[in-house]
DNA sequence: CGCTGCACAGATAGT
DNA sequence: CTGTGCAGCG
């Protein structure tokens, strides 16, 4: 093979730096080829090494290649990478998300696809919202039938690829309960010419079924799929990469069923295992060398794993030395847990670390905040991804409203949105008779509403305010028809009246909401310019701007690259995380129903979900890894007591190593020693500002006073000593200066 | 109709 | 603690 490679052509450009498993991957003849990567071991690698491979010794066209991805951010960087290896633009090569992909197709062939031209997608927000007014027009208890779960029942069928009329009913209550409020939803989405996450993976899959002649066209057109993270895939994904491989079939998998962590989301770790029986002929290769961890840290990782059943099983093992012991940190609250792993970054950092080379790793969004509070305090610089993304804001949501109205007068959750916003005079009662005559007459609230100014059901009040609402998205329409896309948002920003509405807001985040709204203007001019229509499906020829940036607004989460380029310590879930490296990794909040969380603790197969999310985090870590909970957490504004997590004690004591609560001990309100008179004073008579002496750290200057009496901790700004401290005023000798 | 204030429930993860 | 829903007043 090595041999008949150098004939042929020079390919050590691909090939160099491959160990041989992973070489063997590469150059694997065509056909079902599975690789079980396990973590670190250079899966991103391999995968865009195998596309160079096509492209440069296999003769494949870029246009016939199709690789697979979970996030747009993985997407991107393929991309890149593969251009960058090849030093060419690859336009033809699609890479992309299951739904942006799926969105794209739909785009391409709406007509076939029974859809709308200016469809909409609806986020998971939108997708609650709808509900709820599906819930009230079935009078449907709110209470008893959250949106939530109805969303729940609606985005599993279909992932489970079920369509209202095929749910199983198995004669319970709740089940027909279930099937009539997504049989309605589904017809809301139809008439409003809507589709939410889950409907765009099921049309493209419908498209192609029904569609012989697309099917075979796109069978003959991607000799070549690569699907990334295949342990993610659900059971749509699945049928939908197998109706795209025809026979044969050269379909190339990496994954690893080990970080399987999207259960919840449908998917199955079942696909990755059972791909070699529904691919005939498939091979497997194993991944098993890691180049990122120390040998601690894999044998820590493998050991907490082992604890699974029902695993593909693969022995990750290192070169490297065993490295640092898996510390360990009891802490004993969030507050003290958030101090220490602040502490130990700026450690770090004194050394020489770099802060981007630190994550701080948590189970869910919520717990950053603390995090976030102790690193402004010690003023460093930091970076929060997830939470609430650019696109989910309210004020966003309604500049989207109204764009997305002007795109097609027939959404009607945008027209709920913002008829009434900013308040023309439009209400409940008025909105009510709206909802009532598009029901009765099968139509969209936009048409019901145009109909009744024709009538005499309408006061001429609310006629009259109605009839504000419609001219004012003819003439957003009208008015922007023709001009470029930032011009059109900030148009429609300005003369909705939304600027004007956030602007006056003088509430606690009115300017911040009318600046955000000057920033998707912003947005949507750097999209023009960066945005590739061959990527996002749109017609390069025309490109229908509008229609596309709004499903860029919809599919991508809009997070913001500011800042990305400072050297900042990372914060994330550990969800995001999947897929990072990072040389210093705390991974926090390690106990009892919060990880693993209350309600993944009773099922074990959500346990060894939870199980495989700790294994993602240990895994993420090069150098260091510390495992940190806290006895005591603030949980719903009030204190609760935690206890370590059991994944805690799956890692082999003699691979760890407790972190000796030194001050913090003190801290704790176990017997307290009673508070001596001088030190009450000492801790009642410091002021902010005020500047004091150290026996050791010199002079400085009291920047933050916080707890009470035995507790109260002040921050002192020491400039000898390289910067702020927290000290227990109770037990440091200060002298006012 | 629109706003304010109060009661209440609710939070795992993300395309 | 925070966002949402609903009642009651201006």
């Known amino acids: 093979m090595i041999l008949l490679e150098s004939l042929v052509m020079d390919v050590s450009w691909i090939l160099d730096d491959l160990n041989d498993p992973q070489r063997a991957a590469v150059t694997a003849p065509l056909g079902p080829l599975r690789v079980l990567a396990g973590a670190g071991s250079g899966k991103t690698r391999v995968l865009t090494r195998r596309i160079a491979w096509l492209l440069a010794v296999e003769n494949a066209s870029p246009w016939s290649i199709l690789a697979v991805t979970f996030t747009n951010k993985a997407a991107a960087e393929m991309r890149s990478r593969v251009e960058a290896m090849l030093d060419q633009p690859l336009g033809g090569l699609w890479v992309g998300t299951f739904h942006g992909i799926a969105h794209r197709l739909l785009r391409q062939h709406w007509q076939e696809a029974r859809l709308p031209r200016a469809f909409q997608i609806l986020d998971s927000d939108d997708q609650t919202r709808l509900l709820k007014r599906v819930l009230r ?366 602007a006056e807001d003088k509430a606690d985040k009115g300017e911040m909401r009318a600046e955000n709204l000057d920033e998707l203007i912003n947005v949507s001019a750097r999209f023009i310019a960066h945005c590739d229509p061959v990527i996002t499906g749109a017609d390069p020829a025309e490109p229908d701007w509008l229609n596309t940036f709004l499903a860029h607004a919809a599919l991508e989460s809009g997070e913001r690259q500011a800042g990305a380029g400072e050297d900042c310590v990372q914060l994330m879930t550990l969800h995001m995380a999947k897929g990072l490296e990072f040389s210093l990794v705390f991974l926090v909040g390690w106990e009892e129903g919060l990880f693993p969380h209350n309600r993944s603790a009773a099922q074990e197969r959500q346990l060894e979900e939870e199980r495989r999310l700790a294994y993602v985090g240990i895994t993420r870590a090069r150098q260091r890894v510390y495992l940190c909970h806290a006895e005591q957490r603030r949980w719903y504004g009030k204190e609760t007591q935690q206890n370590p997590s059991r994944f805690v004690r799956e890692v082999p004591e003699a691979l760890t190593q407790d972190v000796r609560a030194r001050v913090n001990a003190k801290l704790r309100p176990k017997a307290p020693p009673a508070l001596s008179p001088a030190a009450a004073m000492a801790a009642g008579g410091l002021q902010l500002r005020q500047r004091v002496h150290h026996a050791k750290f010199g002079e400085g200057v009291v920047l933050a006073i916080e707890g009470e009496g035995y507790h109260t901790r002040a921050q002192i700004h020491f400039p000898a000593a390289g910067g702020p401290k927290w000290l227990v005023v109770a037990y440091t000798k200060l002298d006012r200066l």
Not at 224 to 246: A, M, P
Not at 277 to 288: H, M, V
Not at 322 to 337: L, M, R, S
């Open 137 to 502: 027009d079935l009078n449907v208890d709110e209470k008893k039938w959250p949106p939530l779960a109805a969303a729940g029942f609606i985005n599993r069928c279909k992932d489970e690829m079920q369509r209202p009329a095929n749910v199983l009913d198995d004669g319970t209550p709740a089940q027909r309960q279930n099937q009539r409020i997504y049989a309605t939803y589904q017809q809301e989405c139809e008439r409003s010419g809507l589709v939410d996450f889950g409907e765009l993976l099921l049309r493209a899959y419908e498209l192609w079924r029904d569609h012989p002649n697309l099917l075979t066209h796109y069978q003959e057109r991607f000799q070549h799929v690569l699907v990334d993270e295949f342990q993610d895939t659900n059971t749509i994904q699945y049928q939908w990469v197998r109706l795209l491989s025809g026979n044969p079939c050269d379909v190339f998998i990496v994954g690893d069923d080990d970080q399987c962590v999207y259960g919840w989301r449908g998917s199955k770790v079942e696909n990755i295992q059972k791909f070699s029986d529904d691919f005939p002929g498939a091979q497997t290769i194993r991944l098993e060398q890691n180049y990122r961890s120390t040998g601690v840290i894999l044998k820590a990782a493998n050991a907490l794993i082992a604890n699974n059943t029902g695993r593909l099983g693969k022995n990750l093992w290192t070169n490297a030395g065993d490295g640092d012991p898996v510390q360990i940190y009891a802490a004993f609250n969030e507050t003290d847990e958030a101090r220490f792993v602040v502490e130990r970054i700026r450690q770090w950092v004194e050394t020489g670390g770099q802060r981007r080379e630190t994550a701080i790793l948590y189970r869910s969004n919520a717990q950053s905040r603390i995090f976030e509070e102790i690193l402004v305090g010690a003023a460093m610089p930091y970076r929060i991804y997830g939470g609430l993304r650019f696109f989910e804001r309210a004020e966003i949501k309604d500049a989207l409203a109204y764009l997305r109205l002007v795109a097609n007068r027939d959404d009607d959750p945008s027209f709920e949105r913002v008829v009434n916003t900013p308040p023309r005079g439009i209400g409940g009662r008025t909105l009510d008779l709206l909802r009532d005559t598009a029901r009765a007459e099968s139509c969209s609230l936009w048409q019901a509403t145009s109909r009744l100014l024709g009538g005499k059901a309408l006061s001429s009040r609310a006629a009259h305010a109605v009839r504000r609402f419609l001219d004012l998205v003819e003439a957003l329409d009208r008015d922007s028809q023709d001009q470029p896309l930032p011009e059109r948002v900030s148009h429609v920003i300005a003369y909705s009246g939304l600027q004007t509405m956030y």
